[in-house]
């Protein structure tokens, strides 16, 4: 159990165009999923916190009109990176937290390169 | 505010030898503590965490970790380094009373042949 999934695990795209990754609980229900970026040789960073049926509470410093969130299920968030330039380029990890376990599990990652 | 600190970028250590990955956290109240282990672009992989009770807590593939209140610390080990276990290993805290962890910068671990 305590399966996380994410989609695309990797992807190329343009400058300027949108990317959309989902972050998914495959076998129990979160109504908090986070998300992070992990630049090269570094530690993951917290960018925000997603909450079903609500908006999403981001970092300081995350610019929550480039980076939308959208928690609309008790199983799916999603991330779009909205016009991404190469310094949106990067690791992004999901991890979704489980109530009855009081623990967080996390997504094997995407790979996001901006050309 | 919470915050870890895992003072060596880089671990190196023989194949057969004991390894520790250093690890200090600041939390107000009991912390959650979690090692984390991770793979060339892959994600997190859970290795073991601190909730309360024993303060030496054993995980997955023979880790394990001791929590020393008084130190501030929880460092991970294992008796007998596997050249399988050179990865990036991340501490990580989190206070009871919120969801989000606060990872440390990552130690990679070298285990040499």
């Known amino acids: 159990g305590a399966v996380v999934s994410q989609h695309p695990s990797w992807v190329i795209c343009k400058s300027g165009t949108s990317v959309k990754i989902e972050c998914r609980s495959l076998?129990?229900?979160?109504?908090?999923m986070f998300w992070y970026r992990q630049f090269p040789k570094q530690s993951l960073m917290l960018m925000a916190t997603s909450n079903e049926g609500s908006k999403a509470t981001y970092e300081q410093g995350v610019e929550k009109d480039k980076f939308l969130i959208n928690h609309a299920s008790l199983t799916l968030s999603t991330l779009t990176v909205t016009s991404a330039h190469p310094e949106d380029s990067s690791f992004y990890i999901c991890?979704?937290?489980?109530?009855?376990?009081?623990?967080?599990?996390f997504g094997p990652g995407t790979r996001l390169t901006v050309l | 505010a919470q915050s870890v600190a895992q003072p060596e970028d880089q671990v190196n250590v023989a194949e057969g030898n004991p390894l520790t990955v250093k690890c200090t956290y600041s939390?107000?109240?009991?912390?959650?503590l979690f090692w984390y282990v991770q793979y060339p672009n892959r994600g997190l992989q859970f290795l073991l965490k601190y909730i309360t009770g024993d303060n030496l807590v054993k995980g997955s593939y023979g880790f394990e970790a001791e929590f020393n209140k008084s130190q501030t610390s929880f460092h991970l080990k294992k008796p007998s380094a596997l050249v399988s276990d050179s990865a990036l290993y991340f501490c990580a805290v989190r206070d009871p009373g919120r969801r989000a962890l606060t990872f440390g910068s990552g130690t990679r671990l070298q285990v040499q042949p």
């Open positions: 991890s979704a937290f489980w109530d009855r376990v009081n623990e967080q599990f």
């Open positions: 076998d129990f229900q979160a109504t908090t």
């Open positions: 939390v107000s109240g009991n912390p959650y």
